[in-house]
């Protein structure tokens, strides 16, 4: 590379900057060289454009005409991430303000241009860099507890962390004491000496003398550039790098960072602002509660009906008398035909038929010990117990044989056993039903009420005892049938109904003497219903999930206002777009996840409470625990998007410089 090359040149250069209608030039047709080494000041009353010529310099806004020439390579046409690559490895900058964020540390601050290099990792630079400045019993300290000389000394080291070509530096001491503003300059001065190159904007000749050379502007033009007779002028050093050399370099390294290095400033943010992210957290953590606690409701209830359901028996098909009207069509007297205990032996040996319990039920009152109980008795076949699940937990069911023997047994369910025997093992006591003696043989295990009886206030005997002995019916209520599967329902209701017509004489194909119905369709439209009903409950729930997101994106918004000037300062430091746009979604994520898992505990405690509370039965499953948390993070990358993405669009110089 030819090393009498300028390290930096400007070809007529103009800039003009529009407020509305009203144009101001700050820059006109303005060319100028910089070579490797030097200490340049430049200096002009305020509006002369000193500052705008840094900017461009710097890369920080781009000329309305004419070019820059870095190392002889022209930067007209180049791509903000390439801009973005350039202001990290080749550029520092000192800002009159500092620029501290101030939730990170002296040493914090200073490796943040090492973020957007790939480097995160590299400890040793940023703390050599302190100690250059004279930091380092300081570096654990935050901007707040730092006088404005020590921060102005940490923005040094956070320009020279990369070690770049040129240090940049816009009113170094300009908010700076006496002495710390001599401090900075001996700072700046030994830097040169080392080999630095430095363009500094001053508006004090006592600070600009101390330069090799001065550049003094008016009007946006450079009206006289001489060097000065106390200062250093160009230092010679070996080349280590040059744009064109770094062009592989810049395409692909700068800015590419780790996801765990966005995570890390991420989590910073969010813990410098505290109550604000309480607040972001807040939608998400009430609506997920909603949800967990809502499907948890609507599960329990799923739950407790397949329980009551289960009672029923599988592939169940309940035969029965058809009534005397038909729609409205009154039947003639004697068309109605009874079912009795011959009809059900007779279905029991159908092919696909299982089992059968024929059913006759009535009321009756109950004694026991001076203790009085009505209660419906049901009277059951043998198979009752397997086929409805209730196979007594204490004692026993009734055989076959006492079924045929009109046995004075009973099984009593547990309402009947408390309100009869209190705490007593009624197994083996005697009760009478309708003043006829009954051994009590077992306890029917527990079924649950429900909105219209107490499932478990019942006494189940053999169903020949009910019919000729307690009821005095010759004729059934209906005959239970169990089916072999599911495949064999629809074959089994034709086959009842045609052996039903055929032991009755029933010759009108068109009338319908019994009904058969399936009980499993009846299990499937009211679990169907239930499921509507969870979905119904849960889409209300995420409604305030969508609220959540709602004020997720106005606070990040808000945030994206708040720091703008952070947002500049990154993108001054090396971030490209995508940087900024990825941490600021990444903010946004972290916000909804944590209140989706703050949620997701509240909504487990306020189910346990309901259940206990209210008597309920709720069960939360880890699908609606996934659900909530995938949900939860949808919600934030959708609603953060637009506030990341405004945030990545903002122009570095414009974010600086926002009030």
Request: glycine letters at 10%; hydrophobic letters at 40%.
């Amino acid at each position: 590379m030819d090393n009498q090359m300028a390290l930096v040149e400007l070809i007529n250069v103009s800039r003009t900057y529009r407020t509305g209608s009203t144009g101001v030039q700050a820059l006109k047709d303005t060319s100028l060289k910089i070579e490797r080494g030097e200490f340049v000041a430049i200096m002009g009353s305020s509006g002369s454009g000193k500052s705008t010529l840094l900017h461009i310099l710097g890369l920080l806004d781009q000329p309305d005409s004419g070019d820059l020439l870095i190392e002889g390579i022209s930067m007209a046409g180049r791509s903000d991430d390439d801009l973005a690559a350039l202001r990290n490895h080749r550029l520092g900058f000192i800002f009159q303000q500092f620029h501290l964020l101030p939730q990170l540390t002296a040493l914090q601050n200073s490796q943040l241009p090492l973020v957007y290099s790939g480097r995160r990792d590299d400890q040793d630079s940023p703390r050599a860099r302190i100690e250059q400045v004279g930091l380092s019993d300081r570096a654990d300290h935050r901007p707040n507890q730092l006088s404005g000389g020590e921060q102005q000394r940490v923005a040094i080291a956070r320009s020279l962390v990369n070690d770049p070509a040129i240090i940049l530096a816009d009113e170094p001491t300009g908010n700076l004491d006496s002495r710390s503003e001599d401090e900075i300059i001996s700072i700046l001065e030994d830097l040169n000496r080392r080999g630095k190159t430095i363009l500094m904007v001053t508006h004090e000749s006592s600070i600009g003398e101390r330069a090799g050379r001065i550049i003094t502007m008016r009007d946006g033009r450079i009206i006289s550039d001489q060097p000065t007779s106390s200062g250093i002028g160009p230092v010679s050093h070996p080349v280590t790098g040059c744009v064109r050399d770094n062009n592989e370099e810049t395409a692909e390294k700068p800015g590419r960072i780790l996801f765990a290095n966005h995570f890390r400033q991420s989590l910073r943010a969010i813990l410098a602002h505290k109550m604000r992210s309480v607040l972001s957290m807040m939608g998400i953590l009430i609506g997920v509660a909603a949800v967990i606690a809502m499907l948890a409701l609507g599960q329990g209830a799923t739950d407790s009906i397949k329980q009551r359901l289960a009672s029923l028996g599988s592939n169940m098909l309940s035969i029965r008398s058809a009534s005397r009207s038909q729609g409205a069509v009154r039947l003639q007297s004697g068309a109605v035909s009874r079912l009795t205990i011959k009809d059900a032996a007779a279905v029991e040996e159908l092919p696909g038929v299982l089992r059968v319990s024929p059913r006759v039920s009535g009321r009756a009152q109950l004694v026991h010990s001076g203790k009085n109980w009505n209660t419906r008795v049901e009277g059951q076949g043998e198979n009752y117990a397997a086929m409805r699940a209730s196979i007594p937990e204490t004692g026993r069911f009734f055989t076959a044989q006492e079924v045929r023997g009109k046995a004075k047994v009973a099984v009593i369910g547990i309402t009947v056993a408390r309100e009869l025997f209190g705490e007593n093992n009624p197994v083996g006591e005697t009760i009478r039903i309708n003043r006829i003696s009954f051994q009590v043989i077992g306890v029917l295990p527990e079924k649950g009420g429900s909105s219209w009886r107490d499932r478990d206030d019942v006494v189940v005997i053999p169903v020949t005892t009910a019919m000729y002995r307690l009821l005095g019916n010759d004729y059934l209520n209906n005959i239970d049938a169990e089916i072999v599967s599911e495949e064999a329902m629809e074959g089994a209701v034709d086959a009842i109904q045609d052996l039903l017509r055929k032991r009755h004489r029933v010759l009108d194909e068109k009338a319908e003497p019994f009904r058969v119905r399936n009980m499993a369709e009846i299990q499937e439209t009211i679990e169907s219903t239930t499921k509507t009903m969870t979905l119904l409950l849960g889409s209300i729930a995420a409604i305030s999930l969508l609220v959540g997101g709602i004020g997720i994106m106005n606070i990040m918004l808000v945030s994206v206002t708040e720091r703008t000037r952070e947002i500049g300062l990154r993108k001054a430091l090396g971030a490209r777009k995508s940087d900024i746009l990825a941490q600021f979604l990444i903010e946004a994520v972290l916000l909804t996840i944590s209140g989706g898992i703050i949620g997701i505990l509240l909504g487990i405690g306020i189910s346990r409470s309901l259940a206990a509370a209210a008597g309920w039965t709720t069960r939360v499953t880890p699908f609606s625990i996934i659900l909530a948390t995938g949900f939860s993070a949808a919600v934030g990358l959708v609603f953060g998007i637009w506030p990341a993405r405004q945030a990545s669009r903002l122009n570095p110089i414009d974010a600086l410089r926002y009030e």
